[in-house]
């Protein structure tokens, strides 16, 4: 199945008062890439919707927005009033008011026990796997809509390789007319030079010529090899198929590009040349559509 790498989800809920939401947006780019946008309380969190968004989307630039609202009284930290006053009164006790009254408030707020962790760990803890699964169905929104372009971009690489097919299938039938049309000419030619001097040709010597040129412009081995490599395209077309084939489709198409280029230099036939331009243009539309495939 062809997905696109284009793709948008959101899914939001509430987890003991405080709501809970997270957006997902994915473009293009030939690797995987996950950027995350956390509030800075919560970026513990990181590794687990990294890791959903590696799982679910395989390929493309993530870019993850997670917004935590009315949150500060859950993970704010508590100070221990009774033991801050035993505190101060023990050090005027030890010091006096008025070296007492000296004492900055941030030092005495190090001081052991005074500030109290109120639950924000505890908080925290059930807050990953209530964002995890948060995480796991935006995701599952945006390919969904990566399946929906997927299916548009399908129709195209079909056609791009309906139109391979019938080049290929037209240079195949082609091929064995340009030695005979070769042969036929090289005759002719040579027949008229030594018609002018009262010689004729041998037929092993035009045999041995023509056997030379189909050698050297002998494309049969090209042919099949394209023709493989186009079926191994069209089986990834299959909507069957569950793995990501973005980069196989580029890989394919980079081997097709490969095949059709030495069929172009070793043929100096015109027509087997036009029909290698189209194969080439439809190559490079389908290397094109590659990138925006999963």
Same mark, same amino acid.
Do not use: W
């Given at each position: ?8 989800? /959101? #899914?939001?809920?509430? +987890?003991?008062?405080?709501? $809970?939401? %997270?957006? *997902? &947006?994915?473009? @293009? ?22 890791? /959903? #968004?590696?799982?679910? +989307?395989?390929?493309?630039? $993530?870019? %993850?927005? *997670? &917004?935590?609202? @009315? ?224």
């Amino acid at each position: 199945m062809i997905r696109s790498m284009t793709g948008f989800g /959101v #899914a939001q809920a509430e +987890l003991d008062g405080v709501l $809970v939401g %997270v957006e *997902v &947006r994915s473009v @293009n780019n030939r690797h995987f890439k996950c950027t995350l946008r956390i509030p800075e309380d919560f970026t513990a969190l990181e590794p687990e919707l990294e890791a /959903v #968004a590696t799982r679910l +989307l395989v390929r493309g630039s $993530v870019i %993850v927005t *997670v &917004r935590i609202s @009315n949150a500060a009284s859950r993970i704010a930290a508590r100070i221990d009033g009774a033991r801050l006053k035993d505190y101060i009164n023990q050090i005027e006790i030890a010091l006096g008011s008025a070296a007492a009254a000296k004492i900055e408030t941030g030092e005495l707020l190090m001081l052991p026990g005074v500030v109290v962790e109120d639950g924000g760990a505890s908080f925290l803890e059930k807050l990953r796997p209530f964002v995890a699964k948060l995480m796991a169905e935006a995701c599952e929104r945006v390919r969904v809509m990566r399946q929906t372009e997927g299916e548009h971009l399908r129709g195209h690489l079909v056609e791009f390789g309906s139109v391979i097919r019938a080049r290929v299938d037209a240079i195949r039938t082609r091929a064995p007319e340009v030695i005979a049309n070769y042969q036929t000419r090289l005759r002719q030619r040579i027949d008229a030079m030594l018609a002018e001097i009262g010689k004729t040709v041998e037929p092993e010597d035009l045999l041995r010529e023509v056997a030379i040129f189909a050698e050297r412009a002998d494309i049969a081995e090209e042919l099949v090899r394209l023709g493989g490599h186009l079926s191994q395209y069209e089986s990834l077309l299959d909507p069957a198929l569950a793995e990501p084939i973005g980069r196989t489709l580029d890989f394919v198409a980079q081997e097709m590009l490969r095949e059709a280029n030495t069929i172009a230099s070793k043929s100096g036939d015109v027509e087997i040349s036009r029909q290698i331009v189209e194969i080439k243009t439809a190559i490079d539309r389908i290397k094109e559509q590659a990138q925006n495939a999963e």
